[in-house]
């Protein structure tokens, strides 16, 4: 079963316009990472954030993690039609040795 | 530095076959990660090794096995082919931990495998 579950599904945006990915998870976890995919290719990894941070910034990225409401949230500023990908949180549990994927959020970016 | 290498790319198989899917993992990365990518089903967690030793294993039926050579290099493989194996295999790798965190993966372009 998967840990966690991205939402929307799907996001269709315009060039230039923020883009926000959600994702909730179920249990315990050591951190949590967020990749992207380009259709039919393998992830790259974006970002990672451990639990004991709330808030992290890599270039047009920002993502935010809140343990209590197991959640977190990836945000794109200034969208680009290169953007367009599917992007999948990823947790790794707590005393576990693998990272568990959500269904992934399909993100189209309007040029 | 090269990156995670997954061989055959693209292979088609009929039911009842059995197929073998290697992974090279970046020089110096002794954890590899193995998964399966369906439309329906999406990312799922098949094994995970370290220094030869599985340490963790998804829900997969005991068709699915792997193994992981002493250079790190790992197979995975599938005997008795379902038409329901027809996926995207994935391999990652990471530096590994002796610990039980778990960090980056670093993914290969993965294995399409279309059962007929």
């Known amino acids: 079963s998967q840990q966690g579950e991205e939402d929307p599904q799907a996001l269709s945006i315009q060039e230039g316009e923020n883009a926000t990915m959600n994702c909730s998870y179920k249990?315990?976890?050591?951190?949590l990472q967020w990749y992207r995919q380009n259709s039919g290719r393998g992830l790259v990894h974006l970002i990672l954030?451990?639990?004991?941070?709330r808030e992290k910034h890599s270039g047009r990225l920002r993502v935010t993690l809140d343990t209590s409401k197991k959640s977190s949230s990836l945000l794109i500023t200034a969208s680009r039609a290169a953007d367009t990908a599917s992007y999948f949180c990823?947790?790794?549990?707590?005393?576990?040795?693998?990272?568990?994927f959500g269904a992934g959020t399909r993100l189209f970016v309007k040029a | 530095k090269a990156g995670v290498t997954q061989t055959p790319r693209y292979l088609i198989k009929t039911r009842g076959q059995q197929v073998t899917l290697s992974c090279s993992p970046i020089?110096?990365?002794?954890?590899v990660s193995w998964y399966q990518q369906t439309p329906g089903q999406g990312l799922q967690f098949l094994f995970e090794?370290?220094?030869?030793?599985?340490?963790n294993k998804g829900n997969f039926p005991g068709r699915f096995s792997g193994r992981q050579f002493s250079n790190s290099r790992s197979e995975m493989n599938v005997s008795t082919l379902e038409l329901g194996d027809s996926a995207l295999y994935l391999c990652?790798?990471?530096?590994?931990?002796?610990?039980?965190?778990?960090?980056?993966?670093?993914f290969g372009e993965g294995s399409r495998l279309t059962v007929l």
């Open positions: 249990t315990s976890i050591n951190n």
């Open positions: 990652a790798s990471s530096p590994g931990a002796g610990g039980a965190t778990t960090g980056e993966l670093f």
């Open positions: 090794y370290f220094s030869e030793t599985q340490r």
């Open positions: 954030i451990r639990s004991n941070e």
């Open positions: 990823a947790t790794g549990p707590t005393g576990g040795f693998k990272t568990i």
């Open positions: 020089s110096g990365h002794r954890s």
